[in-house]
Each structure stands twice: as C-alpha cells, then as structure tokens.
C-alpha cells in the first residue's frame, strides 16, 4: 500500500542532472574522530515509519566511528548506467577524488540489480562524502548522506524498485539519525550548493518529502 503510494507518487514527480564535470570540490574531510556519537543515540531504533525493524546489516555502520548525520541529499548519476564501482573509477581517475563521492548507490538494472542499494566506502568508514560542493564549511559533505540513484532524471524517472529502495534507506536513515523530512535534500535544493540540475527535472524533491510525511 504504502508503495503503491510511492510508486505513484514518483510517477507524478518532476526532477534536474548530476553532470559529473560539475560535481563538488573533492573535499574529502578526516574527520572521523570528531564525529564518534555517544552510545545512547547509536542505539535508536530505526522505525517509526513503518519500514520494518530488519534491513541490511550492511547499512548499519561501524560502532566505533559512527558519525551524527544531520541531513540526507539526493543525487541522479545522470548516467543512463553504472554502479558504485564504475563511479568509483570515474571520482578516483576523473576527479582525482579518493573514490566515489556517494555513501549509497541505488541501482537501475544495468550494471547492478535494479532498486539494489550498494553501500560505499564512505559510509563503512563514515567518512566525509565528495557529492556537494559550495555549502558553507562543506557542510553537507560532513553531515548529509548522499544517495545516488543511477539514471539521468532529466530523461527518465526512477523505477519502481529504485523508489522502493529510496524511502526504505531514507526511513532506515531518518529513524537511525533524528533526521526530519524538511532536512532531506535534492542536490539542487541543498542551501548553499552549487547550481546543478541533480537529480533531474523528473524528481521532486517537494513530492519526495511529502511522501514521507513528518
Ligand atoms: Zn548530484
């Protein structure tokens, strides 16, 4: 029922696109120390939001460098194909980046399962992301997880499994971190980034969080 919703709800979406020559500074911030989160906020649960209490282990990040997420930002690959792995390539050998800038990569059916959530180095060494230059102290690489959904949403639109995986992962995160829907961004809606098109005309960030709910 409720993706029916969602399905519904992405269908009617309008998005902008992730151009990689315009992707962020290649600021990558070591940090990890600085953002250890006490016990007690480490151990809330994650749902309130009806997403279930399993999802994969492989989401759940190191205990001990665990980092205090405030935010989340929503990007396109504005690729018609690829994966974490070939952008991984692309932000190490293009950019001159540590390697990719996202902490997920959610699949379309190309060079990886469709809707499948690929979980990056950034996020297993809750490291700072490369995914949105600009912002004032390079906050949002510091504190907002940065999601890409791979296709080009000035094209397309998300399938049906990739939207599925998307408010999965966000409800995951939002229950996880405290992180309320008015924090949760499209890289063109993130204060202080940069002027891009990511994720593409056909994705409504509005749409997106109203979806969600509080
Ligand atoms: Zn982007």
Excluded at 54 to 77: D, Q, V, Y
Excluded at 133 to 143: C, F, V
Excluded at 157 to 172: I, N, T, Y
Aim: glycine share 12%; charged share 20%.
């Amino acid at each position: 029922m409720l993706f029916r919703a969602v399905i519904f709800s992405l269908i009617l979406f309008f998005f902008a696109g992730c151009i990689y020559e315009a992707e962020p500074m290649p600021q990558v911030m070591a940090d990890r120390a600085g953002a250890v989160m006490s016990q007690q906020a480490r151990a809330k649960p994650a749902n309130s939001a009806g997403i279930g209490k399993s999802f994969p282990k492989g989401w759940l990040p190191p205990a001990k460098l665990e980092h205090k997420w405030t935010a989340i930002i929503i990007h396109h690959s504005g690729t018609a194909t690829g994966n974490a792995a070939i952008f991984d390539k692309w932000h190490r050998e293009d950019n001159h980046w540590e390697g990719v800038g996202y902490d997920f990569v959610i699949g379309n059916g190309t060079d990886s399962g469709e809707g499948k959530v690929e979980v990056t180095f950034r996020w297993r060494y809750q490291m700072a992301g490369a995914h949105c230059g600009g912002t004032k102290g390079n906050w949002a690489n510091k504190y907002a997880v940065g999601i890409c959904l791979v296709g080009d949403f000035d094209e397309g639109r998300p399938s049906r499994r990739q939207a599925q995986s998307l408010v999965r992962l966000v409800r995951f995160l939002q229950g996880r971190y405290g992180i309320a829907t008015s924090r949760i961004y499209g890289h063109n809606t993130t204060p202080g980034a940069r002027v891009t098109n990511c994720p593409g005309m056909n994705f409504s960030i509005a749409k997106f969080r109203a979806m969600l709910g509080n």
